[in-house]
């Protein structure tokens, strides 16, 4: 059993940086894809960024050039920097994983979800 956990969320204002980490436990695998998404009530899950097993990253638009994914294969945690924050950035945000190698930006093809951090930008 695969288990995901978000930390580093909270509150910053418009211009800020946050960094958002996600622990995984249990069966993990190094080919697996990992990804961030966010979601506001009302609104479908937004795919923001993926990172495949051998470091390959994919970003929105919307957060191209503002948000960085990497992960640390030792630790089997998943960092996203978020700089320049806007207050449409605000959204829960979610670390998902992938028991396959592709990376799509789809939430529904990801396996595992954690329960989610909440980012408010003002």
């Known amino acids: 059993h695969v288990q995901l956990v978000e930390s580093g969320g909270g509150s910053v204002q418009a211009g800020g940086s946050l960094r958002l980490s996600c622990a995984a436990s249990?069966?993990?695998?190094?080919?697996?894809?990992m990804g961030w998404f966010r979601q506001v009530p009302g609104k479908e899950r937004e795919g923001l960024a993926t990172?495949?097993?051998?470091?390959?990253?994919s970003y929105a638009d919307s957060v191209k050039g503002r948000f960085t994914i990497s992960k640390d294969n030792a630790k089997v945690t998943l960092y996203l920097q978020m700089d320049n924050l806007k207050p449409e950035d605000t959204a829960k945000y979610y670390c998902?994983?992938?028991?396959?190698?592709?990376?799509?930006?789809?939430?529904?093809?990801?396996?595992?979800w954690g329960p989610g951090t909440q980012v408010t930008v003002s």
């Open positions: 998902a994983a992938r028991k396959n190698a592709n990376c799509p930006s789809a939430a529904g093809w990801y396996d595992y």
């Open positions: 249990g069966r993990t695998y190094s080919k697996w894809c």
């Open positions: 990172i495949d097993s051998d470091g390959a990253t």
